[in-house]
């Protein structure tokens, strides 16, 4: 079983940034990629940024130029850059592999606001 443990969330204004961690631990043999994702009230999760073990690297177009996603396999972590950030990016976040499975992490709180 793989384990995430996201961290690094918190509240900053518009044009800000924040970096999100994410633990992984368990046997990633199996899995071809890993992404972040992200949760607003009431909607289902979406991928936001992936990378894969090529590394084959994608975005979604709404965060495509301000977010960057980067691992170090070394050390079992991923994360995300996140820079001019926007209100619309608040939400949960949450990192998984690709395609997602259980079980989820508690994800980070992200929220921008002035």
């Known amino acids: 079983q793989v384990q995430f443990v996201e961290s690094g969330g918190g509240s900053v204004q518009p044009g800000g940034s924040l970096r999100l961690s994410c633990l992984v631990s368990?046997?990633?043999?199996?899995?071809?990629?890993v992404g972040w994702y992200r949760q607003f009230p009431g909607k289902e999760r979406g991928l936001v940024a992936s990378?894969?073990?090529?590394?084959?690297?994608d975005y979604a177009g709404s965060v495509k130029g301000r977010f960057a996603i980067s691992r170090d396999n070394a050390n079992g972590r991923m994360y995300l850059q996140m820079d001019n950030l926007k209100p619309e990016d608040t939400a949960v976040y949450y990192c998984?592999?690709?395609?997602?499975?259980?079980?989820w992490g508690q994800g980070t709180r992200v929220t921008v606001s002035s």
């Open positions: 998984n592999s690709v395609p997602p499975r259980e079980p």
């Open positions: 368990g046997d990633m043999s199996s899995i071809l990629g």
């Open positions: 990378i894969t073990n090529e590394p084959i690297i």
